[in-house]
């Protein structure tokens, strides 16, 4: 069992708020501010996220700095009961800072300055930015250290991007250097002498370019892990003084999902809590269960990324977005879903973007908390002083983390790598699609679900399932063997075990490394497009293979089903290989989610888990958080249909009524029952 404190020490309740901008309303701060405090108390909201884009505010010239009218946020939330995220406003610099310091803008990949615009148009390298950066976080550090509003630190907003400038480039051949060692080290691990492309100094090396090099993979893999250790470097410069002067302060930024630009995985170690921005996009009918199984990916993704330890919804919206391509209505019942799906795989906060619209510019019409109307009487802010009185009564259950048995493997630098290679299908290899497929698969059959990485420990878990590990990275083959010797049930796919970490092949047969564990050889993979189709069928039923046919030669393994069509015709399909006290099953093909389903039922089962409901119906998704309160069970149905489902003896954590046996859920309909 793992109980974590709140997030806020002070404030042992699930957190409950968004992004707020009082500094665009400055000129009308006597009657707006007023208003916005009296609304958000009635919605139950307890936390603010204030300053993320304030820079020109707090400094609207060099060294000029009005922190006044801050103070005056900060004391009129601390008067209201709510605490404050505090932004560090790195994520837009002002205008000024552009003019007279142009190395703070970025370079693009083609070599070309940025003008002025935009969020995140900064150089994280500039020693200017970094200074200017430095000097502003101190100065909020000291002025709001003691502040009884105070209740964490968002650190800018949304990293992400690149830089090609000089600085960059100066930095990167550095970073080489240290990686590598020696310039002979690099071209080796780079495959150099294809294409003549050895070269004879660091100081020849330029980051990836449509104008220059971008075929090679060792460079194109080396930029991303360098790019990412940027970021990791930044958000240290940034907290530097926060630890120092507010040492007691959490910090977090926040995150995107499976944005491709980051290991969020490194990023995450440096985060006290993870957070993240999640916008579901909603279709109001039946397609809702596939968005939901999204969404639940990247909720056990953001929880992976930061250790497992309850992580924060920083940002959802409360209605309609203003950037997808169809903005729809949120159908009444989806904001609580949404809200509690999160709480349900290990959120302790519902936070929104944003809390009021803005008159003017991009995000006039984004959803928000207040709308135009200011009403209390619009539906979207009667639907967020439900969700806020749904979280009151959960309390029992924060800071309660998930003990799941079952893990997936979805890895940043494997993804790099995979999306790179040049074979099979080159208008997609659908790697990401791939992993929340097998991940939904295992949830559809009533089992949650950690998803981590491959510098993961995968020791705590009875299953584990690496969908299309192409590369394996140090130590991850050898953590798998001793997983599976020990009696643990692994998982392998097609296009596994290809390369090592510097995307230079395994000689000797795939899947390399993992080739004893799986009991098989993989000689050739057959791609098909989107009319070609083959099956096998596997305990009496047929299923379809698609995509990816991977042609391998049992060496130990068992044949559990075979490829009936097309020229390998009796080749496996799915096999399973007994290896130590443990087991580990190769699935040759991509497949339908029918089959995963079927399979990890089975698979489950034979590992000794129990689901944690059985026999759900379609659209309904469950997930548990055990902590010093008891074992939590969220029930979940994702569609506009009403659904059945048989509970334990348990207690509903909202009501305090007793439940069991057959329990109707309306449409998008949530249940929290505390298990007997």
């Known amino acids: 069992m793992a109980q974590y404190p709140p997030i806020m020490k002070d404030k042992p309740v699930f957190l409950h708020g968004g992004d707020y901008n009082p500094d665009q309303w400055l000129n009308e701060k006597s009657t707006v501010w007023p208003r916005d405090m009296e609304l958000a108390k009635k919605a139950g909201i307890n936390t603010l996220s204030v300053g993320i884009f304030s820079w020109a505010t707090l400094e609207p010239e060099e060294g000029r700095y009005t922190f006044e009218w801050l103070d005056e946020v900060m004391d009129m939330l601390a008067q209201n009961g709510i605490k404050a995220v505090l932004a560090t406003p790195s994520g837009a610099r002002p205008a000024w800072m552009a003019e007279k310091y142009p190395e703070v803008l970025r370079v693009t990949e083609d070599r070309r300055r940025n003008l002025f615009g935009e969020r995140h148009n900064h150089c994280l390298t500039s020693p200017v930015y970094r200074e200017k950066v430095r000097k502003m976080n101190t100065l909020l550090a000291e002025r709001y250290?003691?502040?009884?509003?105070?209740?964490?630190?968002?650190?800018?907003?949304?990293?992400?991007?690149?830089?090609?400038c000089p600085l960059c480039q100066q930095r990167f051949r550095q970073w080489l250097k240290e990686r590598y060692g020696t310039i002979d080290k690099l071209n080796d691990d780079w495959w150099n002498t294809f294409w003549s492309h050895r070269y004879s100094s660091f100081d020849q090396i330029e980051s990836p370019s449509s104008i220059g090099e971008s075929g090679s993979h060792g460079l194109n893999l080396a930029w991303k892990r360098f790019t990412t250790q940027q970021f990791c470097d930044f958000y240290s410069w940034e907290i530097e003084p926060l630890r120092r002067i507010t040492p007691d302060v959490p910090c977090t930024t926040n995150l995107m999902h499976t944005y491709p630009g980051i290991n969020y995985f490194e990023l995450g170690r440096l985060l006290d809590r993870c957070s993240w921005d999640n916008y579901p996009q909603w279709t109001n009918d039946m397609r809702d269960a596939k968005v939901a199984a999204h969404s639940a990916f990247c909720h056990d993704l953001m929880r992976g990324v930061c250790g497992g330890k309850p992580y924060m919804l920083m940002e959802s919206s409360p209605s309609c977005v203003n950037w997808q391509a169809v903005n729809r209505l949120r159908q009444p019942g989806i904001?609580?879903?949404?809200?509690?799906?999160?709480?349900a795989h290990g959120s302790d906060t519902v936070q929104y973007f944003q809390f009021r619209k803005g008159r003017g510019s991009f995000e006039k019409f984004h959803g928000a908390v207040v709308s135009h109307d200011e009403s209390e009487q619009n539906r979207v802010y009667r639907e967020v002083c439900a969700v806020g009185e749904a979280l009151a009564g959960l309390t029992p259950a924060l800071g309660a983390a998930p003990e799941n048995r079952i893990a997936v493997v979805y890895d940043w630098e494997n993804r790099w790598a995979l999306e790179d290679a040049r074979f099979g299908l080159n208008t997609g290899k659908g790697y990401e699609e791939t992993v929340r497929t097998h991940h939904t698969a295992f949830l559809r059959a009533g089992y949650g679900v950690d998803v981590i990485d491959e510098t993961c420990d995968l020791a705590p878990y009875r299953v584990v399932c690496g969908p299309m590990t192409y590369m394996l990275r140090p130590g991850f083959a050898q953590r798998v063997r001793a997983f599976v010797e020990a009696g643990g049930?692994?998982?392998?796919?097609?296009?596994?075990?290809?390369?090592?970490?510097?995307?230079?092949?395994?000689?000797?047969?795939?899947?390399?490394?993992?080739?004893?564990?799986?009991?098989?050889?993989?000689?050739e993979t057959d791609a098909l497009d989107e009319t070609q189709r083959n099956r096998f069928t596997w305990n009496g039923r047929s299923y379809e293979a698609k995509d990816f046919c991977a042609v391998v030669h049992p060496e130990g393994a068992q044949v559990l089903a075979a490829y009936e069509e097309r020229f390998y015709q009796g080749a496996p399909a799915l096999t399973v290989n007994a290896f130590g006290k443990g087991r580990c099953y190769y699935i040759a093909a991509r497949t339908g989610e029918d089959f995963l389903c079927d399979l990890y039922a089975h698979v489950a089962k034979e590992a000794g888990l129990s689901p944690l409901l059985p026999a759900l119906p379609s659209g309904v998704l469950c997930t548990e958080r055990v902590g010093a309160n008891g074992r939590f069970l969220f029930v979940m149905n994702t569609v506009p249909e009403a659904r059945t489902v048989t509970l334990p003896a348990c207690t509903d954590v909202q009501t305090g009524l007793m439940r069991k046996g057959d329990c109707t859920l309306g449409a998008y309909g949530v249940m929290a029952v505390r298990l007997a």
């Open 335 to 343: 904001l609580m879903l949404q809200s509690l799906q999160a709480v």
């Open 489 to 523: 049930t692994y998982i392998s796919t097609y296009c596994s075990g290809w390369v090592n970490e510097e995307d230079l092949c395994f000689m000797g047969g795939f899947p390399g490394p993992l080739r004893e564990v799986c009991g098989l050889w993989d000689e």
């Open 145 to 164: 250290k003691d502040h009884p509003a105070l209740g964490m630190w968002h650190i800018s907003n949304e990293y992400g991007g690149e830089c090609h």
